[in-house]
């Protein structure tokens, strides 16, 4: 999901702004907690394997 970030083209526009920010910017600050918690998942899922 995270690798989204890399397709532009799909959400690189002007409109809809939220809080003055434009869809690129505020996009690119959702995907920030969204690889966390991608992160996170897979960390707890792993567990301790020693």
Same mark, same amino acid.
């Given at each position: 999901? !995270?690798? *989204?970030? *890399?397709?532009? @083209?799909? +959400?690189?526009?002007?409109? !809809?702004? &939220? *809080?003055?920010? @434009? *869809?690129? +910017?505020?996009?690119?600050?959702?995907?920030? @907690?969204?690889? &966390?918690?991608?992160?996170?998942? &897979? +960390?707890?899922?792993?567990?301790?394997?020693?």
């Amino acid at each position: 999901m !995270p690798l *989204l970030v *890399l397709v532009t @083209p799909l +959400y690189n526009s002007d409109e !809809p702004r &939220v *809080l003055g920010f @434009p *869809l690129f +910017y505020w996009v690119q600050f959702l995907f920030i @907690p969204l690889g &966390v918690i991608c992160v996170a998942v &897979v +960390y707890l899922k792993a567990g301790d394997r020693r």
